[in-house]
């Protein structure tokens, strides 16, 4: 779950838009928010398991336009299948880092210990630096960004967010013995 | 069937029953010339591409059928940029075909490349460059079928020149299922639920206004919305866009809305409790401030965009679907709930027995209309008046005339002025506000209705920036009429700094006879006639509209100082409309 689930509604959404592999959507994708004034926080593209197809996950900024608006303009686009909405609460998001980090051998130790509590993997090593690789929810990265800055960031490079919808989650134990109505699946953001 | 992928460009034109193509050829689009001259198809030799394109809106504005224009790459293609993006405004289906350089030379910064499926991006509807000559006839029936339906609009097809050479077997989609199109779904007809929940508004509402816009024409809805009125007896505002789809004659027309609308139309939805817009958009020149726009009403929204539903103002009822469509749906729910066609009673019981009296709104209508009418004064021997002229060619004209008009206070004029009674007989620019619009427009609705009377009312800045398309109108024998409103002045432009920065007017002089109206288009092979005073008026006119072997231009010297009344100063709100020159800021 998402840290700060007290915080009020948050800033970014995730959309996810299943579209034409074709050449040139994803310029009419990032064309049509520009042009609509909507803003990009992050974005990823790729092929899915149908070779016609490949998922943009974006994710945005709903302070700038609202949610609906944004899906709606972005369904418009022809080559554009499927869209939805995820809000962080309801997704599973993952992100993968790349980072080159000063490890001088008298930091290589700790470089190497924070790589391991975070379950990290260290990909490439030179003679005073290396090359850490992360995957993780988002708010992991960034606590592990912000763990290694200290030694030095050589170059860094996030993927940006890509995201599914959480399984809906109604296990036998939590149903109501009252035979009450069951909650909605992923209806979890009350309070 | 072997065919070039020219040959099969125009065959698949010809497949969708296209009878003319505006355009002007070049070294890229040169394969595609050849066939032509073998095709069924009328092709009308433009004077600038530009030109192409507005033709081909105003055929498809009086036609309802999609308007075809076909230009060579880079310039030729960036000529017609303007003409997408106007049809992109006002959701004009046009198919564009442009030629594009070899694929082997694009990127190549070759001689005429353009990469135009980029620059058209944002104002298409969707675009396509053809990368294999197989692909010509489908690319063709998703183009048609994607500018046709839905919320229509411009597309673009960029063919290279060696895909126009390649060769193919021939075929030809023989459903909708063969096209490749799986994003395009759009949908027409409306939710049950929500069309009662809008009866139910409607039926409870006491000072209801209908706000129709130009998806009723698109949607082919104009009866559809006549019954819709007089069932339920609510009067109607017309959009721009929208003139013509109720007749201005009938008692429950208020006319237009909006900046320059009449203050009927515009105060009876700022005091309405519930506005039913219906293919309408809410744009900024009919809502003034958007915060101080018809705060008490409730709004039902009928659109086939679900984009706008919401996107300037929060309906309480959203309708996705098609407006002709979604009309009929909520006379079957009105008649349903009791209400019954025009002068039958409500049903015994029924929620329409139970219906608001609506007659202290309609008397309320009324009584704005009898005060707050359109007015001006042509003083006898004085200024030559627009709003004059354009009384007097509506006057003097068939009932059905189209009237095509540029951008500007001829433009206002023309829709304050005309009575509109029928359907597409309006055609101009309203979301872009395209100058130059009205000559190119009116040769291309000619082109689509030979059998009606053509007046464009144009201005004289805009009609010197397309008026070489008479060339076109005298060389192909399109006999359109255009009256110019000459006042020598860029005249909107002018009345905003007379009003808004202290009369201090920057760069609007244009002068009155240079050029000399009547020598050029005479020199174009029209003919040319000049009105200075109001008694010339009528006899010119006359002389006009006998005239239906070529092209006729009326050079009106009309008063530079008319302004266009009544006036919503923009980002004001709609209940501070300006009614005339005595009140408010300014003016004479």
């Given at each position: 779950m998402a840290a700060g689930s007290a915080s009020p509604r948050p800033r970014h959404h995730i959309v996810s838009a299943l579209v034409e592999n074709k050449a040139g959507v994803l310029a009419r994708v990032a064309s049509l928010f520009s042009r609509r004034g909507f803003n990009i926080y992050s974005l990823a593209v790729a092929p899915t398991d149908d070779e016609r197809l490949s998922r943009i996950t974006i994710v945005v900024d709903v302070e700038s336009a609202p949610l609906e608006q944004i899906v709606r303009q972005l369904d418009k686009l022809i080559n554009v299948v499927d869209i939805f909405e995820l809000a962080p609460e309801d997704a599973t998001e993952r992100e993968m880092l790349l980072a080159t980090v000063s490890a001088a051998p008298a930091d290589r130790g700790q470089v190497i210990g924070l790589v391991g509590v975070f379950e990290g993997k260290i990909v490439d090593v030179g003679q005073d630096r290396m090359t850490v690789m992360l995957a993780g929810s988002p708010s992991k990265i960034d606590d592990f960004e912000n763990l290694i800055r200290p030694y030095g960031i050589v170059e860094l490079q996030r993927t940006g967010r890509v995201a599914l919808p959480k399984l809906a989650r109604r296990a036998a134990r939590l149903r109501s013995i009252a035979g009450g109505s069951t909650p909605a699946p992923n209806d979890n953001e009350a309070g | 069937m072997r065919l070039t992928g020219a040959q099969a460009l125009i065959k698949s034109l010809e497949m969708q029953g296209v009878e003319v193509i505006f355009g002007l050829p070049g070294g890229a689009i040169l394969p595609v010339y050849d066939p032509i001259l073998d095709s069924s198809i009328r092709h009308i030799l433009v004077r600038h591409e530009q030109g192409a394109g507005h033709m081909a809106e105003g055929y498809a504005h009086v036609t309802g059928r999609p308007g075809v224009a076909m230009v060579t790459s880079g310039p030729g293609a960036t000529n017609i940029v303007t003409p997408l993006a106007d049809a992109m405004m006002d959701s004009i289906p046009i198919v564009v075909i442009t030629g594009q350089v070899a694929t082997t030379a694009i990127g190549t910064d070759a001689f005429q490349e353009v990469a135009i499926t980029g620059v058209t991006m944002d104002i298409t509807k969707h675009n396509w460059l053809i990368t294999d000559v197989d692909d010509i006839p489908r690319v063709v029936a998703e183009a048609f079928h994607v500018a046709t339906t839905g919320r229509p609009g411009p597309v673009l097809v960029d063919l290279p020149k060696d895909i126009a050479n390649a060769t193919m077997d021939w075929y030809w989609p023989s459903s909708l299922d063969e096209l490749d199109l799986p994003g395009y779904h759009p949908r027409t007809t409306g939710d049950p639920a929500e069309v009662r929940r809008a009866a139910e508004l409607i039926l409870a509402a006491e000072r209801p206004v209908l706000y129709a816009g130009g998806g009723i024409l698109k949607a082919r809805g104009a009866e559809a919305l006549f019954e819709l009125a007089t069932r339920t007896g609510i009067p109607v505002v017309t959009t721009l866009m929208g003139r013509g789809t109720f007749p201005d004659s009938h008692p429950l027309c208020l006319g237009m809305p909006g900046m320059h609308g009449n203050y009927t139309a515009v105060t009876a939805m700022q005091r309405s409790d519930l506005l039913v817009a219906l293919g309408s958009r809410f744009d900024d020149r009919v809502t003034g401030k958007v915060a101080a726009f018809a705060p008490g009403a409730k709004i039902v929204h009928v659109d086939i965009?679900?984009?706008?539903?919401?996107?300037?103002r929060r309906p309480d009822v959203g309708i996705v679907g098609d407006a002709r469509i979604v009309m009929e749906q909520m006379i079957a729910a009105l008649d349903a709930a009791g209400l019954g066609p025009a002068a039958t009673p409500a049903a015994a019981g029924s929620l329409a027995a139970a219906r608001p009296d609506l007659a202290p709104w309609l008397a309320q209508v009324a009584a704005w209309q009898k005060e707050f009418p359109l007015t001006y004064d042509q003083v006898e021997g004085g200024a030559l008046k627009p709003q004059y002229v354009l009384e007097q060619l509506r006057d003097m004209s068939p009932d059905d005339t189209i009237v095509a008009s540029g951008v500007g206070q001829h433009q206002m004029w023309a829709s304050q002025y005309w009575r509109f009674d029928h359907p597409y007989t309006w055609v101009n620019s309203g979301g872009a506000g395209t100058m130059g619009f009205a000559v190119p427009a009116a040769i291309g609705a000619k082109v689509g209705r030979p059998d009606k009377t053509v007046w464009a009312v144009d201005g004289d800045g805009c009609f010197q920036m397309t008026a070489q398309e008479l060339v076109t109108a005298s060389a192909e024998r399109i006999p359109v009429k255009i009256a110019i409103l000459n006042n020598a002045y860029l005249g909107m432009v002018r009345q905003w700094q007379e009003l808004f920065y202290a009369e201090r007017y920057s760069e609007v002089y244009l002068s009155?006879?240079?050029?000399d109206y009547v020598k050029w288009a005479e020199a174009m092979g029209c003919v040319g006639l000049r009105v200075e005073s109001a008694e010339e008026v009528a006899p010119a006119i006359e002389k006009a509209n006998g005239i239906d072997d070529r092209p006729v231009v009326i050079d009106f010297r009309t008063d530079a100082f008319e302004k266009v009344y009544p006036m919503v100063a923009a980002g004001s709100s709609n209940d501070d409309i300006i009614v005339g020159p005595t009140e408010g800021e300014g003016g004479r």
């Open positions: - | 965009d679900p984009a706008e539903l919401g996107k300037v009155p006879d240079l050029p």
